[in-house]
């Protein structure tokens, strides 16, 4: 059984502490606060879907990052997980999720599936989600180990943490999002 004592609290930021006052930048705040509380939205599809619910449960616990409060509803959800085979068909429909997410968003492709395809390099299934949505992790493996769907979790935490709070507004971003024909 976990004590208090076990629990461990965020580092602080770094930054400039004096008496009473302690000064860092925005961007490190934000990002703070985004990577430890996002939401989840998981578009499960096939058996990578089951790996997820195992990270979910009590033995993994993805509440230790912040981020168990998963979300069928787009617009109430940052972290998109796609789980499973996409079939051609199916992707105007997880691009429309995509689309209905507010910014900031992110996206991790969990499986090989998600990723490339995987075993299924058939006429019918799309060859990796980042043919019609960007994707900023990659989780690999068939299917892939809780330990890795964490991984990829921590991999987005970082990223999120070190985001710059203008980069959704860069040229660079903009061009990311029109390569997609995504406005
Ligand atoms: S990557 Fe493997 S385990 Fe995951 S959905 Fe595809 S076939 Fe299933």
């Known amino acids: 059984m976990s004590k208090s004592s076990d629990i461990k609290m965020v580092e602080a930021p770094e930054g400039y502490s004096g008496e009473g006052f302690f000064a860092t930048k925005l961007d490190t705040i ?5 990577a430890n509380s996002m939401w989840p939205l998981p578009f499960a599809t ?3 879907g089951i790996e997820f619910m195992a990270t979910m449960a009590s033995h993994y616990d993805v509440a ?22 996409i079939a051609k068909k199916m992707a105007p429909i997880l691009r429309q999720v995509y689309e209905q997410m507010a910014e900031p968003r992110w996206v991790i492709a969990v499986g090989a599936c998600a990723s490339s395809g995987g075993i299924f390099d058939t006429y019918s299934v799309l ?3 980042d043919k019609v949505i960007p994707v900023d992790v990659y989780v690999p493996g068939c299917p892939p180990r809780p330990e890795q769907i964490l991984d990829g979790i921590m991999t987005l935490q970082d990223i999120v943490r070190n985001e710059s709070v203008r980069r959704r507004s860069s040229e660079e971003y903009k061009e990311l999002l029109a390569s997609y024909n995504i406005s």
């Open 64 to 85: 230790r990052f912040g981020s168990e409060r998963m979300s069928f509803s787009p617009r109430q959800a940052d972290m998109l997980l796609v789980m499973g085979t």
């Open 127 to 129: 060859q990796g989600i």
């Open 30 to 34: 934000v990002g703070m606060a985004r």
């Open 46 to 48: 096939s058996c990578c």
